[in-house]
């Protein structure tokens, strides 16, 4: 029975027709991989899944091509903001030998969004052959993906762990809200010792004046720095909005329903640094990161 599967898994990773369906149309920077961000926070609750989802549509809104996967295995929170819900997720790909035309869904704007649904947290136990049957499958986006955006749930849990530690760049999302504040400091400590060294990006989401985002960039930076002797570097304010509230009502993100308001124009200019600003690391592509998460366990 395992012999079976495994073995039909091998012709299927053989078959090139397995890979996806559809046309391709290559990314901006053939040269490069795609940019893995991983989108997390200490609390739950801050604005992850609006923000990453805005954030993806703003990143092709410039022309990139970009793949969202959502990581958090609580609701099926990615498609409910977007409005889209997946029949398939990852793990589909070993149960029933779906292939990844079947488990990827088009967002508007030409994104695209992949629920990683419970395989994404059984990455860690799949045997070498289910692995490379995913990596190729997967692959295909390093060729097609400028970015590939990933949103976890809240915490410090393992697997959440794993995808900030294999992602090329990670965005910590914040409040203003002191408990919102403890826990992204917590989570700093974490990465930091698990031998993170890529400079964390923070986001402080809802805001009311500039002058709060600041405090509570300065309070993180100042405190990383001098106990972590960790780099947090400023990516941007996201103001509070209460349009924000309405949109996920609508289940229309906010960026197409109410693409003036001023929350859009904070994750515009997020965006745009995004693409125009250094990178906080080379891009690995999405290859590399499944390969490091399946080595964590070692
Ligand atoms: N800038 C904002 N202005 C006003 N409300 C916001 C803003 N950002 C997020 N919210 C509110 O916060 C709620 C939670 O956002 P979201 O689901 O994106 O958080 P999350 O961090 O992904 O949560 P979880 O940890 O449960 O995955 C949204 O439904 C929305 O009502
Ligand atoms: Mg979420």
Redesign the pocket.
Known sequence: MMHDQAEKLRQLALSSNAITKGTIIKKNCHSNNSRVITVT?G?????????TINLALALADLKQNVLVIDA?L??A?IGV?LGCSTPYSLLNLLEDSKTMGDIVSDGPRGIKFIAGGSGMYHLANLSEIQLQYIIRQISFFDDWADFILI?T??GLSKNVLNFVMAADEVIV?TTPEPTAITDAYAMMKVYAGNQGYAPLRLVV??ITELAEGQMVVDKLTQVSLRFLTLPVNNLGF?????N??KA?KMQTPLLISFPQSI?SRCIQGIASRLLKGEKTAQPSGIRVFLEKIFNFRR
């Open positions: 926070s609390k739950g609750g801050v604005g992850k899944t609006n923000f958090d609580g609701m929170n903001v949103d749930g809240a999302i989401n809802r996201v103001f509070e909005d209460r924000m509230v996920v929350a």
